[in-house]
């Protein structure tokens, strides 16, 4: 997919021996393969370089490769700040933050210390059943046709169900749901981001209200009982949290199990593997999170800073990719091979104070889904004439024609 690019504007602080083209561009498409070939090419040039189209809309940031240099940045959240790292709610002229994402330390704990309790192993270990029952239906509902779109049958809608659930959402909202998500995440058109935002967050505003008038079992009305520091949640505090969840449960999971059944498809020794060693999904998943890490978040630097031999001015952009880390061979030797006993210490969830706390409910998803799949499914590959087109930004497979 061919956009025009807008002419770069490049600082004066920048030198201009550090810009450089880079690859991964929010809402392009690409029938490249971004991990292979593009994260290498990355890895042979400057530790930190300077991108004009890196962040959403196409506007500049500082690109930093290693996986070194990102976990300094991920704990240095006093110079990279993370507020406003994404441009949902200023496209639209409102004043909510991701909650507790976009919150910087020392405010980043309070909130985090009510969130967390939503999110721990034992609380998402009681929806396991749940989530197995939603993964078994979708997996039923096409096993025989010896055939599915995985994207569109499988991967796009089971984590919005789940979702749906911690919600107390209608389950009939998936379609609808699909759609905003795509919007946000998928397009380079700001008017096209800042109208799913608005749908979104009108939905949420509704749903807020009528949890105020009638409080049930769910994360909203969990959220506006809870007080911080004597007071209760603000509406801006509300909308952020639930815009957060709208946005960190759904398209992430998707994107990953995207990623790792193409991964399978193409690698039938490994779906071979999993089969026989049910109790490696998870070691199998960590390694295909670092092979395959899709998500790039950012910083904005507060002040003049030098980091890496690099000047940094305040309001310069800062790109968290996890793609390069998962990829980085300082880090992770071979890193193009991919090695079930790895198990690596990758950064595809964060690190540090802002590690993502949904991490154990994504986790769970895709193990359920691995292993309902191949405990179901027979061996599946790709569909023979169909070429792999991803979505850049969030990598991820446009489609995914699995047969078997």
Known sequence: MHFQLPDPVIPDHVPQSLVRPFPYVFGMTTRDNPFTEWAASVHDGPDIFYAPHAYPGATPAWIV????????????????????????????????????????PPDHAKYRAFVNPLFTPAA???????????????????????????????????????????????????????????????????ETIATATRNVVGF????IEARRKQPRDDMISYALSVEIEGRKLNDDELVGFAFNLFIGGLDTVSTNMGLHFLHLARNPQDQVFLRENPKRIP????EMMRAYAAVTTFRTCTKETE?????????????????LAGRDPEAFPKPEEI?????????????GPHMCVGMHLAKREMRIAIEEFVTRIPEFRVKSDHEIEYHLGMIQPVTLPLVW
Not at 82 to 97: N, R, V, Y
Not at 204 to 207: A, I, K, M, S
Not at 339 to 344: A, I, L, N, Q
């Open 65 to 104: 490769r290693r996986m070194e240099d990102l976990r300094k940045i991920y704990f240095d959240t006093e110079t990279f700040s993370s507020k406003d790292f994404s441009p949902f709610a200023k496209l639209i002229g409102e004043t909510w933050t991701n909650l507790p994402a976009e919150i910087d």
């Open 124 to 190: 998402m270990a009681k929806l396991e059943n749940k989530i197995r029952g939603y993964a078994v239906d979708y997996i039923e509902g096409f096993r025989e046709s010896g055939n599915c779109e995985f994207m569109s049958d499988f991967a796009f809608e089971f984590p919005i169900k789940v979702f749906l659930e911690l919600m107390d959402f209608p389950l009939s909202n998936t379609k609808q749901f699909l759609e905003w998500e795509t919007g946000l995440l998928h397009s380079l058109d700001l």
């Open 339 to 351: 090695r079930f006993d790895r198990s690596p210490r990758h950064v595809s969830f964060g690190f």
């Open 307 to 323: 980091f890496g031999g690099v000047k940094m001015m305040p309001g310069d952009k800062v790109a968290m990719s996890t793609t």
């Open 204 to 207: 949420l505003r509704e749903e």
């Open 283 to 286: 070691h199998a998943i960590d």
